[in-house]
């Protein structure tokens, strides 16, 4: 008699937790790759898929930068199995659909996708553009993530007025056009993730005030869509974006004037996961609720009971 080694089916609650840590687990990733950039061990491993031309681990000659660099590769493993258990789990879900699994397969391909492009980055010597794009498709698994983690929760929208919609929208789009203005800034500062790097070659304090006005329109922009939604159902997702985004900025305003701090940085690091998270919420919170279908009436009593 063979024994499945997967279950049947999965609970909702199971399949929560999954989609919870995978979403966690695609926002630790970012925060392990900020710190091999802030520690300097970008090149710790100089080549890629292994870590040197003879080896897939580190020798001791590469001592802390290769095993910190090492360290955040094997991590990748580990969210390809976080990954892989999610779409198991939405594979065997009772209610779960054909979009469903596309939305998580989609995720489980952008994991292998992106190691690809985190290699291409060490073969082009840390590239800051590179880099920059390495982050940014970072976070557009983190929003499919936050996405996944909606969409397997039992939760009721209420009505929101007709213009929050295309307001999150905008406040979605300008939260894009902030992030990678921000990799814009960190490609022209101090922390490129290897000593011999060179930068973008802007002006940092230039790039600096571009990102800070991006900044200035998203909050402008959310403040005006919680006034439009503070009696609706969609508050509580604006409300956690706009304090997301004024705690990203108290941060990048701190870490500016302090000189860049390793520990500033990886905090304003994880806060552009969160503010994409919480822009991604806010867009979903904000849809038209379907109206209900209205039963069409029964033509001189056809189909009444009696």
């Known amino acids: 008699m063979s024994v499945s080694l997967l279950p049947d089916e999965v609970s909702t609650r199971t399949l929560r937790r999954w989609a ?34 003879e080896s897939f681990v580190p020798h001791r000659e590469l001592g802390l930068h290769g095993a910190v660099e090492f360290g955040n590769r094997l991590l990748t493993y580990v969210l390809v199995a976080v990954v892989i258990g999610t779409l198991v789990a939405v594979w065997r879900w009772s209610r779960t659909s054909r979009s469903l699994r596309v939305h998580t397969a989609v995720i489980a391909v952008g994991i ?4 690809v492009i985190g290699g291409i980055t060490v073969l082009m010597d840390l590239n800051p553009w590179i880099v920059a794009l390495h982050l940014v498709l970072s976070l557009v698994l983190v ?46 500062g101090p922390h490129a993730g290897d000593a011999d790097v060179p930068r973008n070659g802007l002006d940092p304090e230039l790039v600096s005030r571009v990102h800070a006005v991006s900044v200035y329109l998203l909050v402008g922009v959310t403040v005006a869509l919680w006034l439009l939604v503070r009696r609706s159902a969609a508050r509580t997702a604006v409300t956690a974006l706009l304090a997301v985004e004024l705690a ?4 990048g305003y701190v870490q500016y004037f302090t000189g860049l701090p ?22 979903l919170e904000t849809r038209p609720v379907a109206p209900l279908p209205v039963p069409e009436r029964a033509e001189s009593g056809a189909g009444v009971p009696a």
């Open 112 to 115: 292998p996708f992106q190691a």
């Open 262 to 283: 390793v520990a500033l940085v990886a905090v304003h690091l994880v806060g552009s996961a969160a503010v994409v998270a919480a822009a991604t919420w806010a867009v």
């Open 143 to 188: 929003s499919l993530s936050t996405w996944l983690v909606l969409r397997v929760s039992d939760r009721s929208r209420g009505p929101v007025p007709p213009r929050a919609a295309p307001l999150a929208l905008v406040a979605l789009v300008l939260t894009w056009v902030a992030v990678y203005l921000g990799t814009v800034v960190t490609g022209s």
């Open 20 to 53: 919870w840590a995978n979403l966690v687990a695609n926002t630790v990733i970012i925060l392990t790759g900020g710190l091999v950039r802030l520690t300097g061990s970008g090149l710790g491993c100089p080549t890629w898929p292994r870590c040197t031309p």
């Open 248 to 251: 990203q900025g108290v941060v």
